[in-house]
């Protein structure tokens, strides 16, 4: 069983929709990244959070520490959004990230 | 540089014959890891170096993989007697030391074993 899972797995929405994408896990971190990753590119990393919420551009994350939980919203999607979006955590102590599965987005015109 | 640099971008292999991956990680990073991302699986740990040293190589899977850095900067992730299971992307990232510092990822070495 994943430590990390990731909510939906795939998501497809319109233009202009907005989109939220979910990661729970399931013990004590320092910290929570969203990474980016575009059909046969790399890794680009979104956020890292350790408390409340970040924001850049149309992009948000928030992180709640007590429930174990954090989500992705992207506002005003647009096709240029379709990645796969990977949520990881690195555990309290620890130096490796451990990822999530995933969610695999697609933005139509 | 500028960011993670890894070569190749794609190996073709033999089964049997054994590779080398580099990673030349951003300049000042003292953390360089290794991680793996097989077709439709998650990515994977496979190696953390602190400076020089590996103090976390729990994620190689088998005996035939083995990695090293000098000069706490350029890394080379070896497997020996490569398999078809191997075919992979191989992503190598690096960051400034602490628990609250942005990983960067490199293009990733995309490996197949034919």
């Known amino acids: 069983k994943n430590e990390v899972e990731q909510s939906p797995q795939n998501l497809t929405a319109q233009e202009g929709e907005f989109i939220t994408i979910n990661c729970s896990y399931s013990?004590?971190?320092?910290?929570l990244h969203w990474l980016q990753q575009h059909p046969g590119g790399g890794i680009v990393s979104l956020f890292m959070?350790?408390?409340g919420k970040k924001k850049h551009g149309r992009l948000i994350a928030t992180i709640n520490i007590q429930e174990k939980h954090s989500s992705l919203h992207i506002t005003a999607s647009h096709p240029r959004d379709s990645a796969v979006y990977i949520c990881a955590v690195r555990w309290r102590g620890g130096n490796k990230l451990v990822f999530g599965a995933g969610t695999i987005l697609r933005v139509k015109s | 540089g500028a960011g993670v640099s890894q070569s190749p971008s794609n190996k073709v292999t033999e089964k049997g014959k054994d590779v080398e991956l580099r990673c030349d990680p951003i300049?000042?990073?003292?953390?360089l890891y290794w991680y793996r991302q097989s077709l439709g699986q998650g990515l994977e740990f496979l190696i953390y170096?602190?400076?020089?040293?590996?103090?976390?190589k729990s994620g190689l899977p088998s005996d035939r993989f083995s990695a090293e850095r000098t000069g706490g900067s350029v890394s080379t992730l070896t497997i020996q007697r490569t398999q078809q299971e191997d075919s992979a992307v191989y992503l190598c990232a690096s960051s400034l030391m602490g628990p609250n510092t942005e990983a960067f990822f490199g293009q990733g070495t995309r490996l197949t074993v034919v």
């Open positions: 170096f602190q400076g020089n040293s590996a103090p976390d």
């Open positions: 300049s000042g990073h003292t953390a």
């Open positions: 959070l350790s408390s």
């Open positions: 013990v004590g971190i320092s910290a």
